[in-house]
C-alpha cells in the first residue's frame, strides 16, 4: 500500500458516486416533467463542450483541431437549444393557480 | 488559472447540474432548477475558455456563436407536437461531438495534457467513448427520421419495424468484431489510426442496425434509451480527459435515461431486451382481422356535446392522436366550456402515452390546463368507476381492457380502466387498430359511442354545439 492513486481510479469512484446520485435524483422527478427532464439532461450532457474547446484551441491550427471546432459548434446547438426550450417548457407550466399540488407521486 | 482553480470551479459547475435536476420534482421550483443548469454551464464554458487563452480561442467563439444562434432559434420555432423529433436530433449531436473530440485526443493528446502515444489506460477510456458516441449518433438519426415520419421517403426511417434474418447474428458479430478492433487499439505502439478508425465505422453501422427494428410504438423507450446513451458518452470522454465534471454530468445524464426508460418499459409491461430486440409490431392489423363482424355504435360531435354537457364529472384520456392533430387548445376550450356549467373536469395521462415520455402533460401545458387538473395513471384509476363520462381522444393500446385478459399480446401492461366508467366516448380517426395491432374490445362495448373523425375537428365540433 504505497505510492499515489491513479486517475483512473479516481474518475471511477467519481463515477460510481455520481451514478447513486443521479439514481436518487431522478426518482424525484415528476412524471408531468420527464420531457423537460430529458431537454434539460440534453443540455447537461453538452458540457462534453469543455472537451471540444480544448480539442478546438490549439495554436497551430491542425485538421484535429478543426474536429474539434465542429464540436464546439454541435454542442453549442445543444447547450443553447436545450436550456432554452427547457426554459420554454417550463414557463407553460407555470400559468395561473400555482397551488402546491402535484399530479405525481 | 491552476489545475486545482480550475477543478474546483467544475465542482461548484458539477453541483450546480445536479441542482438542475432536483428541481425538477416539481413544477414550482422547476424553473429555477433550469437557472442553475445555465449557471453550470456558463460557468464551465468561461473556465476553459480560460484555459486556452493563448490558443484558437477566436474560433471557439465563432463556433460557439454560430451553434448558439441555431439552438436558439429551433427552442424558439419548434412546436411542442415536435418535441420528440428535437431530443432525438440533440442526442444525435452529443454522439457526433463526442466521436469528434475522441477523434482529436488520438490526433494530437498533448493538447488535453496526456501522453503521446496515449497509454494503454486512457485508450481503453477512449474506446469506450467513441464507440458509445458512434451509436448514439446513427442511433438517434435513424429514431428522428422515424419521428419526424420520413418512412415514406427512405425505407430505414420506417415506424414499422424494420427485420431481417439473421439480424441479431449479425449485430452479435460486428460487435465482436468492433471489440476485436478495439483491443487492436488498445495494444498499438503508435497512434493506431488503422483499428481504431475502423472500430468507429463499425460503431456507426451498429447504431443504425440497433434501431432500425424497434417500431414506432417503442419510440418512448428508444428517445430515453438514446438519452441514456449520450449521458455515458460524455462520460466516457471525461474517463479519458480525466475530468470529474464530465463524469458526474454524464453519469447524472446517463442514469436518468436509464431509469426514464426502465419507466416507460413497465409502463408497456415489456422487458427492457424485447424492446431492444424488436420487431413488435411486424404483426400489424392480422390480430384484428380474424375477429368476426361485430357492430360499434358511432355518434356525432353534437351527441359526445349532449353526453357530457350533462354530466357531473367528465375524464379526457388524451393520446397519440391528440397530439398529431395539435388538439391541445380546443380541448382545453371544451373543457372551460364545461366547467362553467359546473361539470368537474380531469386529465388522465399514461406514461406512455405520446411519443416521449411526459410528452402529454407538456402538450396540455402549453394550452395552459391547469396542472392540478392533469393526473397521472395510478392517481386516477380508482376514479373510474364513480365518473360519468369519458373521452378518449386518439388513444388506444393504453385503454385497451384485453390487457386483462390472460394470453394476449399486452397481457399485464398497466391500463387506464375507463371501461369502468358510466359511458366512454371514443374518438379515433377510423376502426385501424393501435400500435400493438390489436383489436379493442372497449370499443363494442355498449356504453361506448365512437365519435370518428380527425380529434381537432371533433372537439371544435364539441365546442360549437356545447354554445
Redesign the interface.
Known amino acids: 500500500m504505497s505510492g499515489t492513486v ?3 481510479i ?2 471511477l469512484v ?2 460510481v458516486l ?2 447513486f ?3 436518487h ?35 497551430e ?5 478543426w ?39 | 488559472m491552476s489545475a486545482n482553480q480550475l477543478t474546483l470551479w467544475y465542482l461548484i ?1 458539477s453541483v450546480c ?2 441542482l ?3 428541481g ?5 421550483t ?2 429555477r ?2 437557472l442553475f ?2 449557471a ?2 456558463t460557468i ?2 468561461l473556465t ?2 480560460a ?2 487563452a ?4 477566436d ?2 467563439l ?11 432559434l ?3 420555432r ?1 412546436q ?1 407536437t415536435q ?1 420528440p423529433e ?2 432525438a436530433a ?2 444525435s ?2 454522439g ?3 466521436v ?2 475522441a ?3 488520438v ?2 493528446p498533448g ?2 495534457g496526456e501522453h503521446d502515444p496515449l497509454p494503454a ?1 486512457n485508450r481503453l ?1 477512449l474506446f469506450i467513448g467513441t464507440f458509445v458516441g458512434a451509436i448514439t449518433f446513427s442511433g438517434s438519426v435513424i429514431a428522428f427520421g422515424k419521428l419526424a415520419g420520413l418512412g415514406k421517403k427512405f425505407r430505414l426511417f420506417s415506424s414499422a419495424p424494420v427485420v431481417f434474418k439473421g439480424q441479431h447474428l449479425l449485430n452479435l458479430l460486428l460487435a465482436l468484431v468492433m471489440i476485436g478492433f478495439g483491443i487492436a487499439f488498445f495494444l498499438a505502439q503508435d497512434k493506431g489510426w488503422p483499428p481504431y478508425l475502423v472500430m468507429t465505422a463499425i460503431a456507426f453501422v451498429l447504431g443504425v442496425l440497433i434501431i432500425i427494428p424497434i417500431g414506432g410504438a417503442d419510440m418512448p423507450v428508444v ?2 434509451m438514446l ?1 441514456s446513451y ?2 455515458w ?3 466516457g ?3 479519458s ?17 436509464a ?2 426508460s426502465y ?1 416507460m418499459c413497465k409502463a408497456m409491461n415489456r422487458s427492457f431486451f424485447s424492446v431492444i430486440l424488436g420487431g413488435f409490431g411486424a404483426a400489424e392489423g392480422s390480430a384484428a382481422a380474424g375477429g368476426e363482424q361485430k357492430t360499434v355504435r358511432s355518434g356525432s360531435a353534437d351527441d359526445a356535446a349532449f353526453l357530457m354537457a350533462n354530466a357531473e364529472s367528465v375524464i379526457i384520456v388524451p393520446g397519440y392522436g391528440l397530439a398529431v392533430a395539435r388538439a391541445q387548445h380546443a380541448v382545453k376550450e371544451m373543457a372551460n366550456k364545461l366547467i362553467e356549467k359546473g361539470v368537474s373536469v380531469r386529465y388522465a ?1 399514461h ?1 406512455v402515452a405520446g411519443r ?4 402529454m ?2 402538450l396540455l ?2 394550452a ?1 390546463v ?3 387538473q ?3 395513471m ?2 386516477i384509476n380508482s376514479e373510474f368507476g364513480s365518473t360519468d363520462v369519458v373521452l378518449v381522444l386518439g388513444a388506444n393500446d393504453v385503454v385497451n381492457p384485453l390487457a386483462h385478459e390472460k394470453g394476449s399480446p399486452i397481457y399485464g401492461m398497466p391500463i387506464l380502466e375507463v371501461a369502468k366508467a358510466r359511458t366512454v366516448l371514443v374518438n379515433k380517426r377510423s376502426m385501424a387498430a393501435g400500435y400493438a395491432g390489436l383489436d379493442n374490445p372497449l370499443f363494442y362495448m355498449d356504453k361506448t359511442m365512437m365519435v370518428f373523425g380527425d380529434a381537432k375537428k371533433v372537439v371544435e365540433d364539441i365546442v360549437k354545439a356545447l354554445d
Do not use: C
Open positions: 491513479d486517475p483512473t479516481i474518475n467519481v463515477f455520481a451514478v446520485v443521479g439514481y435524483v431522478i426518482w424525484n422527478v415528476t412524471p408531468a416533467l420527464h420531457t423537460p427532464l430529458m431537454s434539460v439532461t440534453n443540455a447537461i450532457s453538452s458540457v462534453i463542450i469543455v472537451g471540444a474547446i480544448l480539442a478546438a484551441a490549439p495554436a491550427t491542425d485538421f484535429g483541431s474536429l474539434g471546432v465542429i464540436a464546439v459548434a454541435l454542442a453549442s446547438v445543444n447547450v443553447a437549444g436545450g436550456f432554452l426550450v427547457t426554459q420554454r417548457m417550463l414557463e407553460m407550466f407555470k400559468k395561473k393557480q400555482p397551488k402546491e399540488k402535484e399530479g405525481g407521486k | 459547475a447540474f445536479i438542475a435536476l432536483k425538477l420534482s416539481s413544477p414550482t422547476a424553473r432548477g433550469n443548469g445555465m453550470g454551464m464551465a464554458v476553459t475558455i484555459v486556452i493563448r490558443g484558437r480561442v474560433l471557439v465563432v463556433a460557439m456563436l454560430a451553434g448558439g444562434s441555431l439552438g436558439a429551433v427552442a424558439r419548434v411542442m418535441m428535437l431530443v440533440m442526442h449531436m452529443v457526433m461531438a463526442a469528434l473530440i477523434i482529436a485526443v490526433n494530437n493538447a488535453f489506460g477510456e428517445i430515453s438519452n449520450s449521458g458518452a460524455a462520460a470522454i471525461g474517463f480527459l480525466n475530468n470529474s465534471m464530465l463524469i458526474i454530468a454524464g453519469s447524472l445524464v446517463g442514469s436518468s435515461g431509469i426514464l419507466i395521462i406514461p416521449m415520455p411526459g410528452h402533460n407538456v401545458a402549453e395552459e391547469p396542472y392540478d392533469v393526473f397521472e395510478d392517481d
